[in-house]
């Protein structure tokens, strides 16, 4: 039996860096589906709800914005290292 051939080294971090690239796209669909379902709670219901509540929803907007920023960042960095592979 011949044994199965061995990958070099780039190939196996490429294939690495895809793997974690479609993990992070993952979560930031998550993200994304997660801020706007809170876009629309604000817009619908925060006239009713009370000051604390709605500042809490703009902050929770906020930290998601940031959140999903962060995410691109990282999934431009492996971008970037995937095309230098």
């Known amino acids: 039996m011949r044994p199965a051939p061995r990958r070099n080294r780039h190939a196996r971090e490429l294939d690495g860096a895809r793997e974690a690239l479609a993990y992070l796209k993952l979560w930031q669909g998550a993200v994304i589906v997660t801020e706007i379902s809170l876009i629309g709670w604000l817009a619908s219901a925060s006239a009713a709800a009370s000051p604390y509540t709605a500042a ?24 970037k290292r995937i095309r230098s592979l």
């Open 56 to 79: 809490l929803g703009g902050i929770g907007f906020a930290a998601l914005s940031f959140i999903a920023f962060m995410l691109h960042r990282m999934g431009v960095h492996y971008l």
